[in-house]
């Protein structure tokens, strides 16, 4: 069984994947399907074993949502798609739901608005303590822990780009707010509101 608190890194095999997801979110909801009922051949690439893996994935980032997300991913307009599929992946893995809210949060609160190596390596030093998953990577996997950490950040619209990793608080679309306020209110650390902030109503 899997243990919720363990980090997983499992998103190397594939980064963001805005269209894929929205594609299976649209495919539940136009033919009444559940999760169980979608297979690998749904997604637009598909090719064999290697997308059974990914496919994996992409179904543990659906399972995050609740029934009103999952609607407004299938029907909802770019960019709540595009911060909806970000509210997904950041839940299901929590190596990167903590480096959002511990590391950019806190670098935002005090107008830093600059990522670099230092802050990857110490928040990883740092939680290596609580999570030997972290200690038993090999350092190549650990490097495509990373590079995909900056992809993925880089697709969300968090930072500018993977060279110049300059944090871009978003706007979140009011709609996807008041979604995650009636799920989880905490999860709107993942796009970089304060504490005081989730408390305004």
Known sequence: MENPSAYKFSFT???????????????IKEHQLSLNDLSPKDMSDSRGATSKRKFQEMIRRLQQFSVEELDLLADGNPEQQKQ????????????????????MLE?????????TDRDINSFISRKSIDHIELESLA???????????WKVLEQSG???SVDGRRIIPPFL?????????????????IFLFTEDKIKLT
Do not use: H, W
């Open 139 to 149: 350092e190549s996997t650990r490097k495509k822990v990373v590079q995909v950490l």
């Open 107 to 115: 670098k935002t609160m005090v107008f830093d608005y600059e990522l």
């Open 84 to 103: 909806l599929c970000l509210l997904g992946f950041a839940r299901y893995y929590r190596f990167f739901y903590d480096f959002v809210t511990e590391v």
């Open 158 to 160: 968090l930072i500018n």
């Open 13 to 27: 095999a594939l980064s963001l994947k805005i269209r894929e997801t929205i594609q299976l979110a649209q495919k």
């Open 173 to 189: 679309d009011d709609r996807v707010e008041r979604l995650i306020r009636k799920s989880n209110p905490n999860d709107l650390k």
